[in-house]
Protein backbone atom coordinates (compact mmCIF):
# COMPACT_ATOMS: atom_id res chain seq x y z
CA UNK A 1 0.00 0.00 0.00
CA UNK A 2 3.17 2.28 1.07
CA UNK A 3 4.46 1.53 -2.39
CA UNK A 4 1.42 1.49 -4.71
CA UNK A 5 1.09 5.41 -2.56
CA UNK A 6 4.44 6.43 -3.31
CA UNK A 7 4.18 5.34 -7.16
CA UNK A 8 0.90 7.06 -7.27
CA UNK A 9 3.10 10.87 -5.80
CA UNK A 10 5.61 10.20 -8.38
CA UNK A 11 3.23 9.89 -11.28
CA UNK A 12 1.21 12.78 -10.01
CA UNK A 13 4.31 14.79 -9.26
CA UNK A 14 5.60 14.08 -12.92
CA UNK A 15 2.29 15.07 -14.90
CA UNK A 16 2.01 18.33 -12.60
CA UNK A 17 5.42 18.96 -13.70
CA UNK A 18 4.50 18.19 -17.57
CA UNK A 19 1.18 20.16 -17.63
CA UNK A 20 3.07 23.43 -15.93
CA UNK A 21 6.42 23.29 -18.58
CA UNK A 22 3.56 23.00 -21.47
CA UNK A 23 1.52 26.25 -19.80
CA UNK A 24 5.10 27.78 -19.29
CA UNK A 25 6.27 26.65 -22.70
CA UNK A 26 3.20 27.78 -24.69
CA UNK A 27 2.23 31.01 -23.16
CA UNK A 28 5.94 31.90 -22.58
CA UNK A 29 6.97 32.02 -26.09
CA UNK A 30 6.74 35.77 -26.61
CA UNK A 31 9.92 35.97 -24.49
CA UNK A 32 11.64 31.80 -24.77
CA UNK A 33 11.90 31.69 -27.66
CA UNK A 34 14.40 34.90 -28.71
CA UNK A 35 15.87 33.81 -25.31
CA UNK A 36 16.66 30.02 -26.31
CA UNK A 37 17.99 31.84 -30.20
CA UNK A 38 20.25 34.54 -27.70
CA UNK A 39 21.48 31.25 -26.08
CA UNK A 40 22.28 29.03 -29.16
CA UNK A 41 24.07 31.90 -30.86
CA UNK A 42 25.79 33.51 -27.27
CA UNK A 43 27.33 29.14 -27.84
CA UNK A 44 28.32 29.77 -30.98
CA UNK A 45 30.09 32.78 -30.20
CA UNK A 46 31.79 31.98 -27.07
CA UNK A 47 34.75 30.63 -28.92
CA UNK A 48 35.31 33.54 -30.59
CA UNK A 49 34.91 35.79 -27.45
CA UNK A 50 37.61 33.30 -25.40
CA UNK A 51 40.09 33.75 -28.56
CA UNK A 52 39.58 37.76 -28.05
CA UNK A 53 40.06 37.61 -24.33
CA UNK A 54 43.35 35.74 -24.94
CA UNK A 55 44.53 37.91 -26.73
CA UNK A 56 44.61 40.35 -23.67
CA UNK A 57 41.34 42.26 -24.59
CA UNK A 58 38.93 42.83 -21.92
CA UNK A 59 35.46 41.15 -21.61
CA UNK A 60 33.49 43.71 -22.57
CA UNK A 61 35.39 44.76 -26.11
CA UNK A 62 36.05 41.31 -26.96
CA UNK A 63 31.90 40.61 -26.77
CA UNK A 64 31.36 43.52 -28.86
CA UNK A 65 33.94 42.68 -31.34
CA UNK A 66 32.12 39.39 -31.83
CA UNK A 67 28.84 40.77 -31.83
CA UNK A 68 30.36 43.26 -35.14
CA UNK A 69 31.13 40.15 -36.95
CA UNK A 70 28.06 38.44 -36.11
CA UNK A 71 26.06 41.22 -37.29
CA UNK A 72 28.05 41.55 -40.38
CA UNK A 73 27.19 38.25 -41.50
CA UNK A 74 23.35 38.45 -40.54
CA UNK A 75 23.51 42.03 -42.31
CA UNK A 76 24.85 40.48 -45.58
CA UNK A 77 23.04 37.56 -45.74
CA UNK A 78 19.38 39.01 -45.37
CA UNK A 79 20.67 41.94 -47.79
CA UNK A 80 21.51 39.11 -50.37
CA UNK A 81 17.97 37.68 -49.57
CA UNK A 82 15.81 40.56 -49.76
CA UNK A 83 17.56 41.98 -53.40
CA UNK A 84 16.69 38.38 -55.05
CA UNK A 85 13.21 38.65 -53.63
CA UNK A 86 13.22 42.10 -55.15
CA UNK A 87 14.34 40.66 -58.72
CA UNK A 88 11.60 37.64 -58.12
CA UNK A 89 9.16 40.76 -57.78
CA UNK A 90 9.81 42.35 -61.00
CA UNK A 91 9.63 39.01 -62.87
CA UNK A 92 5.62 38.18 -61.58
CA UNK A 93 4.44 39.38 -64.62
CA UNK A 94 6.16 37.30 -66.85
CA UNK A 95 5.38 34.23 -64.53
CA UNK A 96 1.43 35.25 -65.17
CA UNK A 97 1.89 35.19 -68.54
CA UNK A 98 3.86 31.63 -68.35
CA UNK A 99 1.15 30.57 -66.04
CA UNK A 100 -1.90 31.65 -68.21
CA UNK A 101 -0.36 29.92 -71.03
CA UNK A 102 -0.21 26.65 -68.78
CA UNK A 103 -4.05 27.61 -67.98
CA UNK A 104 -4.83 27.84 -71.64
CA UNK A 105 -3.00 23.89 -72.36
CA UNK A 106 -5.00 22.98 -69.54
CA UNK A 107 -8.26 24.32 -71.16
CA UNK A 108 -7.77 22.59 -74.54
CA UNK A 109 -6.92 19.07 -72.80
CA UNK A 110 -10.05 19.47 -70.08
CA UNK A 111 -12.09 19.89 -73.57
CA UNK A 112 -10.91 16.90 -75.24
CA UNK A 113 -11.47 15.21 -72.68
CA UNK A 114 -14.96 16.02 -70.69
CA UNK A 115 -16.39 18.58 -73.52
CA UNK A 116 -17.01 21.41 -71.09
CA UNK A 117 -17.58 24.87 -72.20
CA UNK A 118 -14.42 26.73 -73.08
CA UNK A 119 -16.29 29.70 -72.06
CA UNK A 120 -16.72 28.14 -68.26
CA UNK A 121 -13.55 26.73 -68.07
CA UNK A 122 -11.66 29.92 -69.25
CA UNK A 123 -13.18 31.93 -66.85
CA UNK A 124 -12.51 29.69 -64.11
CA UNK A 125 -9.27 29.25 -64.82
CA UNK A 126 -8.10 33.03 -65.18
CA UNK A 127 -10.28 33.49 -61.45
CA UNK A 128 -7.29 31.02 -60.03
CA UNK A 129 -4.56 32.54 -62.27
CA UNK A 130 -5.47 35.81 -60.87
CA UNK A 131 -5.81 34.89 -57.42
CA UNK A 132 -2.47 33.03 -57.44
CA UNK A 133 -0.97 35.84 -59.22
CA UNK A 134 -2.17 37.75 -55.82
CA UNK A 135 -0.64 35.14 -53.38
CA UNK A 136 2.19 35.23 -54.89
CA UNK A 137 2.54 39.09 -55.35
CA UNK A 138 1.36 38.95 -51.24
CA UNK A 139 4.15 36.76 -50.95
CA UNK A 140 6.75 38.59 -51.81
CA UNK A 141 5.84 41.61 -49.99
CA UNK A 142 5.47 39.29 -46.77
CA UNK A 143 8.87 37.93 -47.71
CA UNK A 144 10.32 41.54 -47.84
CA UNK A 145 8.00 41.97 -44.39
CA UNK A 146 9.13 39.42 -42.41
CA UNK A 147 13.03 39.90 -43.50
CA UNK A 148 12.41 43.54 -42.11
CA UNK A 149 10.93 41.87 -39.31
CA UNK A 150 13.73 39.46 -39.09
CA UNK A 151 16.12 42.45 -38.69
CA UNK A 152 14.63 43.72 -35.82
CA UNK A 153 14.21 40.50 -34.12
CA UNK A 154 18.35 40.09 -35.07
CA UNK A 155 18.13 43.81 -32.71
CA UNK A 156 16.94 42.56 -29.86
CA UNK A 157 18.86 39.31 -29.81
CA UNK A 158 22.04 40.99 -30.03
CA UNK A 159 20.89 42.69 -26.43
CA UNK A 160 20.43 38.89 -25.57
CA UNK A 161 23.57 37.61 -26.68
CA UNK A 162 25.50 40.77 -25.00
CA UNK A 163 24.37 39.57 -21.82
CA UNK A 164 24.67 36.13 -22.10
CA UNK A 165 28.09 36.44 -23.16
CA UNK A 166 29.15 39.04 -20.62
CA UNK A 167 27.24 37.31 -17.77
CA UNK A 168 28.34 34.07 -18.39
CA UNK A 169 30.60 33.41 -15.53
CA UNK A 170 27.95 34.88 -13.01
CA UNK A 171 24.98 32.67 -14.45
CA UNK A 172 27.50 29.83 -14.22
CA UNK A 173 27.48 30.28 -11.11
CA UNK A 174 23.99 30.86 -9.96
CA UNK A 175 22.94 27.14 -11.93
CA UNK A 176 25.69 25.86 -9.49
CA UNK A 177 24.41 27.63 -6.48
CA UNK A 178 21.12 25.81 -6.80
CA UNK A 179 23.11 22.53 -6.31
CA UNK A 180 24.21 21.16 -3.40
CA UNK A 181 28.02 21.36 -3.01
CA UNK A 182 28.61 17.61 -3.97
CA UNK A 183 26.93 17.87 -7.12
CA UNK A 184 29.12 20.77 -8.21
CA UNK A 185 31.39 18.70 -10.10
CA UNK A 186 29.04 16.27 -12.06
CA UNK A 187 27.39 20.01 -13.54
CA UNK A 188 30.72 21.57 -14.02
CA UNK A 189 31.09 18.46 -16.67
CA UNK A 190 27.49 18.52 -17.72
CA UNK A 191 27.98 22.11 -18.35
CA UNK A 192 30.76 21.87 -20.13
CA UNK A 193 30.14 18.62 -22.04
CA UNK A 194 26.65 20.80 -22.78
CA UNK A 195 28.81 24.33 -24.11
CA UNK A 196 31.28 21.85 -26.57
CA UNK A 197 28.47 19.99 -28.11
CA UNK A 198 26.09 22.89 -28.91
CA UNK A 199 29.11 24.93 -29.96
CA UNK A 200 30.01 22.19 -32.77
CA UNK A 201 26.48 21.31 -33.55
CA UNK A 202 25.33 25.41 -33.93
CA UNK A 203 28.38 26.24 -35.93
CA UNK A 204 28.44 22.97 -37.97
CA UNK A 205 24.78 23.61 -38.83
CA UNK A 206 25.93 26.73 -40.24
CA UNK A 207 28.70 25.23 -42.27
CA UNK A 208 26.18 22.94 -44.06
CA UNK A 209 23.38 25.68 -44.61
CA UNK A 210 26.16 27.52 -46.80
CA UNK A 211 27.30 24.39 -48.46
CA UNK A 212 23.89 23.65 -49.41
CA UNK A 213 23.49 27.21 -50.59
CA UNK A 214 25.87 26.63 -52.84
CA UNK A 215 25.08 23.75 -54.32
CA UNK A 216 21.09 23.92 -54.65
CA UNK A 217 21.98 27.17 -56.36
CA UNK A 218 24.34 25.47 -59.03
CA UNK A 219 22.06 22.38 -59.39
CA UNK A 220 18.60 25.15 -60.29
CA UNK A 221 21.09 27.46 -62.30
CA UNK A 222 22.27 24.02 -64.16
CA UNK A 223 17.92 23.53 -64.56
CA UNK A 224 17.67 26.86 -65.33
CA UNK A 225 15.28 27.43 -62.73
CA UNK A 226 14.88 31.38 -62.34
CA UNK A 227 16.24 33.06 -59.40
CA UNK A 228 18.30 30.11 -58.71
CA UNK A 229 19.96 31.66 -55.78
CA UNK A 230 17.27 32.67 -54.24
CA UNK A 231 15.44 29.00 -54.01
CA UNK A 232 18.46 28.05 -53.51
CA UNK A 233 19.55 30.30 -50.40
CA UNK A 234 15.67 28.82 -49.20
CA UNK A 235 15.76 25.29 -49.83
CA UNK A 236 19.33 25.41 -47.60
CA UNK A 237 17.31 27.29 -44.96
CA UNK A 238 14.61 25.13 -44.85
CA UNK A 239 16.84 22.17 -44.51
CA UNK A 240 17.45 23.03 -40.49
CA UNK A 241 13.84 21.57 -40.35
CA UNK A 242 14.28 17.76 -40.12
CA UNK A 243 11.98 15.91 -42.63
CA UNK A 244 9.97 18.42 -44.29
CA UNK A 245 12.36 21.20 -44.80
CA UNK A 246 13.95 19.22 -47.80
CA UNK A 247 10.32 18.86 -49.64
CA UNK A 248 9.27 22.42 -48.64
CA UNK A 249 12.68 23.35 -50.33
CA UNK A 250 12.29 20.76 -53.49
CA UNK A 251 8.59 21.98 -54.35
CA UNK A 252 9.27 25.23 -54.79
CA UNK A 253 11.93 25.54 -57.96
CA UNK A 254 9.97 22.07 -59.23
CA UNK A 255 6.77 24.51 -59.39
CA UNK A 256 8.13 27.63 -60.95
CA UNK A 257 10.43 25.57 -63.18
CA UNK A 258 7.27 23.77 -64.33
CA UNK A 259 5.47 27.12 -64.92
CA UNK A 260 8.66 28.85 -67.30
CA UNK A 261 9.82 25.80 -69.11
CA UNK A 262 8.05 23.10 -71.51
CA UNK A 263 10.77 20.35 -71.09
CA UNK A 264 10.65 17.75 -68.56
CA UNK A 265 14.46 17.81 -68.71
CA UNK A 266 14.60 21.03 -65.99
CA UNK A 267 12.58 18.96 -63.61
CA UNK A 268 14.29 15.64 -63.90
CA UNK A 269 17.20 17.66 -63.10
CA UNK A 270 15.97 19.31 -59.95
CA UNK A 271 14.58 15.99 -58.74
CA UNK A 272 17.72 13.36 -59.05
CA UNK A 273 19.97 16.50 -58.44
CA UNK A 274 18.14 17.06 -55.08
CA UNK A 275 18.47 13.73 -53.99
CA UNK A 276 21.70 13.14 -54.93
CA UNK A 277 22.48 16.75 -52.37
CA UNK A 278 20.17 15.44 -49.56
CA UNK A 279 22.41 12.35 -49.45
CA UNK A 280 25.63 14.33 -49.78
CA UNK A 281 24.26 16.10 -47.08
CA UNK A 282 23.04 12.93 -45.18
CA UNK A 283 25.85 10.54 -45.04
CA UNK A 284 28.83 13.40 -45.65
CA UNK A 285 28.50 16.62 -45.05
CA UNK A 286 26.62 16.64 -41.46
CA UNK A 287 28.19 13.14 -40.10
CA UNK A 288 31.57 14.71 -41.20
CA UNK A 289 30.59 18.49 -40.01
CA UNK A 290 28.48 18.33 -37.12
CA UNK A 291 29.20 14.80 -36.23
CA UNK A 292 26.84 12.88 -34.05
CA UNK A 293 27.06 15.46 -31.62
CA UNK A 294 22.97 15.82 -31.31
CA UNK A 295 21.69 12.07 -32.27
CA UNK A 296 18.53 11.69 -32.15
CA UNK A 297 16.35 8.57 -33.15
CA UNK A 298 13.71 9.33 -35.77
CA UNK A 299 10.66 8.80 -33.33
CA UNK A 300 12.26 11.50 -30.73
CA UNK A 301 12.77 13.82 -33.76
CA UNK A 302 9.54 13.39 -34.68
CA UNK A 303 7.97 13.83 -31.47
CA UNK A 304 9.54 16.67 -30.78
CA UNK A 305 9.14 18.67 -34.36
CA UNK A 306 5.07 18.41 -33.59
CA UNK A 307 5.46 19.27 -30.03
CA UNK A 308 7.66 21.78 -30.90
CA UNK A 309 5.74 22.73 -34.05
CA UNK A 310 2.30 22.88 -31.62
CA UNK A 311 3.96 25.21 -28.75
CA UNK A 312 6.04 27.68 -30.73
CA UNK A 313 5.17 27.12 -34.55
CA UNK A 314 8.12 27.11 -36.99
CA UNK A 315 10.78 28.25 -34.32
CA UNK A 316 9.82 25.40 -32.09
CA UNK A 317 10.64 22.95 -34.94
CA UNK A 318 13.69 24.50 -35.57
CA UNK A 319 14.94 25.42 -31.63
CA UNK A 320 13.51 22.09 -30.15
CA UNK A 321 15.67 19.85 -32.17
CA UNK A 322 18.99 21.52 -30.35
CA UNK A 323 16.35 21.75 -26.52
CA UNK A 324 16.10 17.71 -27.45
CA UNK A 325 20.12 17.46 -27.67
CA UNK A 326 20.88 19.27 -24.52
CA UNK A 327 17.99 17.53 -22.17
CA UNK A 328 19.88 14.46 -23.86
CA UNK A 329 23.19 15.42 -22.35
CA UNK A 330 21.81 15.87 -19.26
CA UNK A 331 20.20 12.12 -19.07
CA UNK A 332 23.10 10.53 -20.37
CA UNK A 333 25.24 12.31 -17.51
CA UNK A 334 22.96 10.94 -14.79
CA UNK A 335 22.62 7.64 -13.57
CA UNK A 336 18.13 8.06 -12.88
CA UNK A 337 18.33 9.44 -16.03
CA UNK A 338 20.18 6.88 -18.64
CA UNK A 339 16.93 5.56 -19.25
CA UNK A 340 15.81 8.92 -21.12
CA UNK A 341 18.79 9.24 -22.98
CA UNK A 342 18.78 5.90 -24.32
CA UNK A 343 14.73 6.04 -25.33
CA UNK A 344 15.86 9.62 -27.32
CA UNK A 345 19.31 8.42 -28.81
CA UNK A 346 20.23 6.88 -31.84
CA UNK A 347 22.84 4.15 -31.24
CA UNK A 348 23.97 4.62 -35.13
CA UNK A 349 25.15 7.78 -36.23
CA UNK A 350 23.49 8.82 -39.71
CA UNK A 351 20.90 10.77 -41.84
CA UNK A 352 17.95 8.79 -43.00
CA UNK A 353 17.94 7.51 -46.13
CA UNK A 354 18.40 3.87 -47.98
CA UNK A 355 20.96 2.63 -45.76
CA UNK A 356 19.28 3.87 -42.89
CA UNK A 357 16.44 2.09 -44.08
CA UNK A 358 17.86 -1.46 -44.54
CA UNK A 359 19.42 -1.24 -41.08
CA UNK A 360 15.92 -0.79 -40.05
CA UNK A 361 14.50 -3.90 -41.78
CA UNK A 362 17.14 -6.10 -40.49
CA UNK A 363 16.99 -5.34 -37.05
CA UNK A 364 15.17 -8.15 -35.08
CA UNK A 365 14.36 -6.05 -32.22
Given at each position: ?????S??????L?????????????????????L????????????????L?????????A????????????????????????L??????M?????????????????????????????????T?????????D???S????T????????????FIF???????R???????????????????????T???M??Y?????????????L???????A???????F?????F??II?Y????I?????????A???????S?????V?????????????????T????????????????I????????????F???????????????????????V??E?????????I??W?R?D?
Open positions: MKTESLLYRTTVLAFLVLATLVLYYGKPLLIPTTAALFAMLLLPVVRRERLHLGRLPVMVALMLFLAVVVGTFSLLSAQVMLMKDLPFQQRFNERLEQLQRWISSMTGLSTAEQLQYLQQADQLLRHAQLAVILSVTGVLVFVGLQLVLFLYYRSLRRFLLQLLPQHHHLQANQILDQNAVQRVAGVFIVILVLAVNSALFGLGVPHAVLGMLAALNPLGIWGTAMPLIVTVVHDSLTLIIIVGMWAIQQLENHILTPRIGAQVSLNMLATVLVLFGGTLWGVAGMILIPLLGIAKIIFDSVDELKPFGYLGERSGAFGFSQRRWKK
